[in-house]
Nanobody, 114 residues
Framework: QVQFVESGGGLVQPGGSLRLSCAASGSGFSIYTMGWYRQAPGKQREWVAY???????FYTDSVKGRFTISRDNTKNTVYLQMNNLKPEDTAAYYC????????WGQGTQVTVSS
């Protein structure tokens, strides 16, 4: 059973940066398309970015040019570099397989506030 553990969140001022990490357990990581998602209070979970097994990347419009998704298959880890953070980026961030989601992890909280 695959599991995901997210880390790297925190409190940051507008314009700041954070790098999130997601460690995956289980086999087959390198063949998965992996995604980052976020859920703000009172809102539905939304996808933010995903990266294919061939390292093609895709982003939701609101984060294009600010966020970068990457992966290290030797560490079964996917990353999300977030720059120029805005208050509207405040949310709990999760990773998962983009297709055929596995169990959701605990997420990591990102709060952007002055």
């Amino acid at each position: 059973q695959v599991q995901f553990v997210e880390s790297g969140g925190g409190l940051v001022q507008p314009g700041g940066s954070l790098r999130l990490s997601c460690a995956a357990s289980g086999s087959g990581f390198s063949i998965y398309t992996m995604g980052w998602y976020r859920q703000a209070p009172g809102k539905q979970r939304e996808w933010v970015a995903y990266i294919t097994s061939g390292r093609a990347t895709f982003y939701t419009d609101s984060v294009k040019g600010r966020f970068t998704i990457s992966r290290d298959n030797t560490k079964n880890t996917v990353y999300l570099q977030m720059n120029n953070l805005k208050p509207e980026d405040t949310a709990a961030y999760y990773c998962n397989r983009y297709f055929n989601n596995g169990p959701w992890g605990q997420g990591t909280q990102v709060t952007v506030s002055s």
